[in-house]
T-cell receptor, first 110, second 111 residues
Framework: SQQGEEDPQALSIQEGENATMNCSYKTSINNLQWYRQNSGRGLVHLILIRSNEREKHSGRLRVTLDTSKKSSSLLITASRAADTASYFCATEGGSEKLVFGKGTKLTVNP | DADVTQTPRNRITKTGKRIMLECSQTKGHDRMYWYRQDPGLGLQLIYYSFDVKDINKGEISDGYSVSRQAQAKFSLSLESAIPNQTALYFC??????????FGPGTRLTVL
């Protein structure tokens, strides 16, 4: 079973705009990770946030975590056409298994 | 060289055929995983292995089997392929709980 849901399922924005994707999960976690997938290709790790952290930054990425609401958000600032991809959150809850959400498909229009 | 390689990259087969998908990694990790991705869904865990002698079923293991031939190699078999096993299959490895490395995927079509 999927861990949770990403919201929105699809997002279309213009270059230069910010993109925000949300993720909800169901069980307790050690960490939450965000991955990117270009169409039909392998997933690439973007950023990790641990359960005792509330916010992390990496370049144009900002991730937040609210464990009380079992939710996370990924913000991509100043989007580029090359950011077009699907983005997945995944949780690790202590069993060394990664459980994925269904993903958000982001399209950045030039 | 890629950290995780998968062969074949694409495969078309017929119902009832036995298929093997192979994965190898150069990260030196003990943990290896097989995931399946269907359109509109995230990745679902089929099998995982924490070392050569430790193999575990994931959430959707029915119809699949695996073999961990060495630390670096983890194969997935479909004993008798059926059309609803048509999907994108990913192998992954992890050395800790904080980052997974994925292969490029195998696109499998079962006719």
């Amino acid at each position: 079973s999927q861990q949770g849901e990403e919201d929105p399922q699809a997002l279309s924005i213009q270059e230069g705009e910010n993109a925000t994707m949300n993720c909800s999960y169901k069980t307790s976690i050690n960490n939450l990770q965000w991955y990117r997938q270009n169409s039909g290709r392998g997933l690439v790790h973007l950023i990790l946030i641990r359960s005792n952290e509330r916010e992390k930054h990496s370049g144009r990425l900002r991730v937040t975590l609210d464990t009380s609401k079992k939710s996370s958000s990924l913000l991509i600032t100043a989007s580029r056409a090359a950011d077009t991809a699907s983005y997945f959150c995944a949780t690790e809850g202590g069993s060394e298994k990664l459980v994925f959400g269904k993903g958000t498909k982001l399209t950045v229009n030039p | 060289d890629a950290d995780v390689t998968q062969t074949p990259r694409n495969r078309i087969t017929k119902t009832g055929k036995r298929i093997m998908l192979e994965c190898s990694q150069t990260k030196g990790h003990d943990r290896m995983y097989w995931y399946r991705q269907d359109p509109g869904l995230g990745l679902q865990l089929i099998y995982y292995s924490f070392d050569v002698k430790d193999i575990n079923k994931g959430e959707i293991s029915d119809g699949y089997s695996v073999s961990r031939q060495a630390q670096a190699k983890f194969s997935l078999s479909l004993e008798s392929a059926i059309p609803n096993q048509t999907a994108l299959y990913f192998c992954a490895t992890s050395g800790n709980r904080e980052r997974w490395y994925f292969g490029p995927g195998t696109r499998l079509t079962v006719l």
